[in-house]
């Protein structure tokens, strides 16, 4: 994300404090806690007139070459070795995109990057129209409660894997909103949107490997597609998207065919043409299920994210400490910056997730996420949990309860300790599924010596206040630890596995923050490691992954009713999986490319960062926005036969890379290896200013506090389904 002079350009709202230099600062806080009050407030009031009066005023600066050099420009891709390119003066339509690794086409694997050429992409994606579906062509406009709604008939060819392209374009001002297609009852994909600009407007292209679910692409099936909008006279920005499915024969060898059969855990509306997804804490995520008797492998997976009040859960203080600010900023939300999505059989725990922190293209500050969106934006990552040790009691032809549930830690009755509560905040929305794998029918599944540990997570607490020289609360400190483990195991017989079935977690977590000025700012310093891992007679699995984040946010509203939002936000994701997943890691696009190594992959490696700066200006009036940003990703993939372990590298062969970085919504230097070959690299300077920079989804007037959520729409049923932006709205000047 950030480079240093670009850090240094925005140090004058951007303050990036190291959280280990806190205590020795604190002595001093209280003196000059008044003083330093009054000059942020003037320096915050002078960078917003002055940002505000050079959007307004363009002309003004446009002989400046320092302002020549920030300035966007449309995104052009030049492959070949490094070059320089200087922008053209026409507006063109602005290529957003996740950084990901490439997905297995019919000719070899296929980089993300190349979907900026549409020649290209066809290309290698569409060998053959007849094994090439268009599954959607629909314009999501007013469309909240409107789901599409559409056929699928399998093609009329052999195939044994399916990728999903998915393009959409969008002008105007709107929202991120958040997406979820299903087959029937099952989600299939989740994924969300990126804010658009004014016309030309944007374009985004992701190609998703579904062959996971060759269940149901080998049968006809009802396909609904989720995109709740909203259309009026200021958010004008519907979403025009296109979703085809390719499917062709490939060589690779996956380690498992996929499953047999794949069971849903959801509402199940789908026969009302209804998405199938549980709001929590409203609904009760509970299916009761009676699975086949001759199952030798079941896995369970679960898709969750946080949206309203809980979309930045990960910045949410001690219930405790909700209060801390109520005489300045108002409450603070709660119920801590901790988050256990549970997955329970018959009311007992059987796995956990500890989510990943996903930052939607509107979230902290909208020009962190132009064009370069957040970590997993466009494609929501799911979590696999074995349920194979407990096949001796799930098949013995009774039905069973699977349940999910979201949890956080309330530490209101002693400051010192925690428990975990059993709803948290509006709302998270969540589905799961069952993925089974068969013997012969009428075969029978038995099992016995079953031992398993749950215990409560163990959690380390400390906070404390700091005041000012008038007794006004200025500064909150505080530091949590989570650990937990899980195991169980177990003898399964199946008709063709027997032996010791295993799956454990061992999970930690951390997250030091600083609530300061009086609420206005916020740092926090968080990560989650965990280690996944079953164990069985045929089937293995690990998984090893970090994520790292750190977020310093300032919010200001000044007596004019300005909004100013600036942040440097941090991101990472380290991710090794080894074995049998149920999900494609990667490595099956690159399982026909000549590796440096002789015996054949058995670990994938993904390791990601990014560093961005940025800052928001919003009129009182709601008029006008603004803003400017920098953002640089590196991302790192590669494959091994190393035992996954977080933070090891170690004799990794690099099968893709890629450094992109953007400043103020253009795309300033690019470069991409993939197979260690470099495909393209690319730097640009800029001469022009394109008007839809200064054009984002405007921030309501109504909120609660720094935490707060901002409603962007409901429908019938009042559920809320997209991200929203963190604000301070009201301020009371202490006395």
């Given at each position: 994300?950030?480079?240093?002079?670009?850090?240094?350009?925005?140090?004058?709202?951007?303050?990036?404090?190291?959280?280990?230099?806190?205590?020795?600062?604190?002595?001093r806080?209280?003196?000059?806690?008044?003083?330093?009050?009054?000059?942020?407030?003037?320096?915050?009031?002078?960078?917003?007139?002055?940002w505000?009066?050079?959007?307004?005023?363009?002309?003004?600066?446009?002989?400046?070459?320092?302002?020549?050099?920030?300035?966007?420009?449309?995104?052009?891709?030049?492959?070949?070795?490094?070059?320089?390119?200087?922008?053209?003066?026409?507006?063109?339509?602005?290529?957003?995109?996740?950084?990901a690794?490439?997905?297995?086409?019919?000719n070899?694997?296929?980089?993300?990057?190349?979907?900026?050429?549409?020649?290209k992409?066809?290309?290698?994606?569409?060998?053959?129209?007849?094994?090439?579906?268009?599954?959607?062509?629909h314009?999501?406009?007013?469309?909240?409660?409107k789901?599409?709604?559409?056929?699928?008939?399998?093609?009329?060819?052999?195939?044994?894997r399916?990728?999903?392209?998915?393009?959409?374009?969008?002008?105007?001002r709107?929202?991120?909103?958040?997406?979820?297609?299903?087959?029937g009852?099952?989600?299939?994909?989740?994924?969300?949107?990126?804010?658009?600009?004014?016309?030309?407007?944007?374009?985004w292209?992701?190609?998703?490997?579904?062959?996971?679910?060759?269940?149901?692409?080998?049968?006809?099936?009802?396909?609904?597609?989720?995109?709740?909008?909203?259309?009026?006279?200021?958010?004008?920005?519907?979403?025009?998207?296109?979703?085809?499915?390719?499917?062709?024969?490939?060589?690779?060898?996956a380690?498992?065919?996929?499953?047999?059969?794949?069971?849903?855990?959801?509402?199940?509306?789908?026969?009302?043409?209804?998405?199938?997804?549980?709001?929590?804490?409203?609904?009760?995520?509970?299916?009761?299920?009676?699975?086949?008797?001759?199952?030798n492998?079941?896995?369970?997976?679960?898709?969750?994210?946080?949206?309203?009040s809980?979309?930045?859960?990960?910045?949410?203080?001690?219930?405790?400490?909700?209060?801390?600010?109520?005489?300045?900023t108002?409450?603070?939300l709660?119920?801590?910056p901790?988050?256990?999505v549970?997955?329970?059989i018959?009311?007992?725990?059987a796995?956990?997730?500890?989510?990943?922190?996903?930052?939607?293209?509107?979230?902290?500050?909208?020009?962190?996420?132009?064009?370069?969106v957040?970590?997993q934006?466009?494609?929501?990552?799911?979590?696999?949990i074995?349920?194979?040790?407990?096949?001796?009691?799930?098949?013995d032809?009774?039905?069973?309860?699977?349940?999910?549930?979201?949890?956080?830690?309330?530490?209101?009755?002693?400051s010192?300790?925690?428990t975990?509560?059993?709803?948290?905040?509006?709302?998270?929305?969540?589905?799961?599924?069952?993925?089974?794998?068969?013997?012969?029918?009428?075969?029978?599944?038995?099992?016995?010596?079953?031992?398993?540990?749950?215990?409560?997570?163990?959690?380390?607490?400390?906070?404390?206040?700091?005041?000012?020289?008038?007794?006004?609360?200025?500064?909150?400190?505080?530091?949590?630890?989570?650990?937990?483990t899980?195991?169980?195991?177990?003898?399964?017989?199946?008709?063709?596995?027997?032996?010791?079935?295993?799956?454990?977690?061992?999970?930690?977590?951390?997250?030091?923050?600083?609530?300061?000025?009086?609420?206005?700012?916020?740092?926090?310093?968080?990560?989650?490691?965990?280690?996944?891992?079953?164990?069985?007679?045929?089937?293995?699995?690990?998984?090893?992954?970090?994520?790292?984040?750190?977020?310093?946010?300032?919010?200001?509203?000044?007596?004019?009713g300005?909004?100013?939002?600036?942040?440097?936000?941090?991101?990472?994701?380290?991710?090794?999986?080894?074995?049998?997943s149920?999900?494609p890691?990667?490595?099956?696009?690159?399982?026909?490319?000549?590796?440096?190594?002789?015996?054949?992959?058995?670990?994938?490696?993904?390791?990601?960062?990014?560093?961005?700066?940025?800052?928001?200006?919003?009129?009182?009036?709601?008029?006008?926005?603004?803003?400017?940003?920098?953002?640089?990703?590196?991302?790192?993939?590669?494959?091994?036969?190393?035992?996954?372990?977080?933070?090891?590298?170690?004799?990794?062969?690099?099968?893709?890379?890629?450094?992109?970085?953007?400043?103020?919504?253009?795309?300033?230097?690019?470069s991409?290896?993939?197979g260690?070959?470099?495909?393209?690299?690319?730097?640009?300077?800029?001469?022009h200013?394109?008007?839809?920079?200064?054009?984002?989804?405007h921030i309501?007037?109504?909120?609660?506090?720094?935490?707060?959520?901002?409603?962007?729409?409901?429908?019938?049923?009042?559920?809320y389904?997209?991200?929203?932006?963190?604000?301070?709205?009201?301020?009371?000047?202490?006395?």
């Amino acid at each position: 994300m950030a480079t240093t002079s670009e850090k240094a350009t925005h140090d004058s709202v951007i303050q990036h404090r190291d959280l280990s230099n806190w205590s020795g600062r604190r002595s001093r806080i209280a003196g000059e806690s008044r003083l330093r009050f009054k000059l942020t407030l003037a320096l915050l009031g002078l960078v917003s007139f002055i940002w505000f009066t050079r959007i307004d005023f363009r002309f003004w600066f446009l002989g400046s070459p320092s302002f020549k050099q920030i300035v966007r420009s449309e995104l052009e891709h030049v492959q070949g070795s490094p070059t320089t390119i200087s922008s053209a003066d026409t507006r063109t339509v602005l290529e957003c995109f996740q950084v990901a690794q490439p997905v297995l086409g019919p000719n070899g694997p296929i980089s993300q990057s190349t979907v900026s050429n549409e020649t290209k992409i066809a290309a290698e994606v569409s060998p053959n129209e007849s094994c090439s579906v268009l599954l959607m062509d629909h314009v999501f406009g007013f469309s909240y409660g409107k789901p599409f709604v559409g056929n699928y008939t399998p093609p009329n060819c052999s195939f044994n894997r399916v990728i999903m392209n998915f393009t959409v374009v969008s002008e105007g001002r709107q929202f991120d909103r958040i997406a979820l297609m299903y087959f029937g009852d099952t989600e299939i994909w989740r994924t969300s949107t990126a804010e658009p600009t004014q016309p030309p407007g944007i374009r985004w292209t992701f190609l998703k490997d579904t062959t996971e679910y060759l269940y149901f692409w080998k049968s006809p099936q009802k396909l609904i597609f989720d995109l709740g909008n909203l259309i009026d006279d200021k958010y004008t920005g519907s979403f025009n998207a296109t979703l085809t499915a390719t499917f062709f024969v490939a060589d690779v060898e996956a380690g498992e065919a996929p499953a047999d059969l794949i069971i849903p855990i959801s509402t199940r509306k789908g026969v009302e043409n209804g998405p199938s997804l549980f709001t929590l804490p409203v609904d009760n995520a509970t299916n009761t299920i009676r699975l086949p008797r001759n199952v030798n492998r079941a896995v369970f997976s679960v898709s969750a994210n946080g949206q309203a009040s809980e979309e930045f859960w990960w910045s949410n203080v001690l219930q405790s400490d909700t209060l801390t600010f109520s005489e300045t900023t108002g409450p603070l939300l709660g119920l801590s910056p901790f988050r256990e999505v549970q997955v329970l059989i018959d009311g007992n725990i059987a796995g956990v997730q500890w989510p990943f922190p996903v930052i939607f293209t509107g979230g902290v500050v909208p020009s962190l996420h132009r064009p370069i969106v957040g970590l997993q934006a466009f494609d929501l990552s799911e979590h696999q949990i074995d349920i194979s040790p407990w096949l001796h009691l799930l098949c013995d032809g009774a039905e069973h309860t699977f349940t999910i549930k979201v949890a956080g830690l309330n530490d209101i009755s002693d400051s010192a300790n925690a428990t975990l509560t059993e709803a948290v905040n509006d709302s998270w929305y969540v589905t799961g599924k069952i993925f089974l794998w068969l013997d012969e029918d009428g075969s029978v599944t038995t099992g016995n010596g079953s031992t398993a540990e749950y215990l409560e997570p163990t959690v380390s607490l400390s906070h404390h206040v700091i005041q000012n020289a008038t007794g006004f609360n200025e500064t909150l400190v505080f530091n949590l630890v989570v650990e937990r483990t899980i195991s169980a195991k177990s003898t399964i017989n199946s008709k063709n596995q027997t032996g010791e079935r295993t799956w454990s977690q061992v999970l930690s977590y951390s997250n030091q923050a600083v609530v300061s000025n009086f609420g206005l700012n916020t740092v926090n310093n968080f990560t989650i490691v965990g280690v996944d891992s079953s164990t069985g007679p045929v089937n293995s699995y690990k998984a090893a992954y970090n994520y790292p984040l750190y977020c310093n946010q300032t919010y200001f509203r000044s007596p004019q009713g300005n909004l100013t939002i600036s942040a440097h936000l941090v991101q990472g994701l380290e991710v090794q999986v080894e074995g049998n997943s149920i999900f494609p890691t990667g490595l099956e696009a690159f399982a026909n490319v000549p590796p440096t190594r002789k015996t054949p992959y058995t670990t994938s490696h993904l390791k990601t960062h990014r560093d961005g700066t940025a800052f928001f200006f919003q009129t009182g009036d709601r008029k006008k926005s603004s803003g400017y940003g920098t953002t640089n990703q590196i991302f790192h993939f590669g494959g091994s036969s190393e035992n996954p372990t977080v933070g090891a590298w170690g004799d990794v062969d690099e099968l893709y890379f890629r450094n992109v970085t953007a400043a103020n919504g253009t795309v300033v230097s690019d470069s991409e290896r993939v197979g260690g070959i470099e495909t393209y690299g690319f730097s640009r300077t800029n001469n022009h200013m394109e008007e839809s920079f200064t054009l984002f989804a405007h921030i309501p007037d109504k909120a609660r506090g720094p935490k707060s959520f901002i409603g962007k729409g409901a429908d019938g049923n009042g559920m809320y389904r997209q991200p929203s932006v963190q604000v301070q709205i009201s301020w009371n000047q202490p006395s």
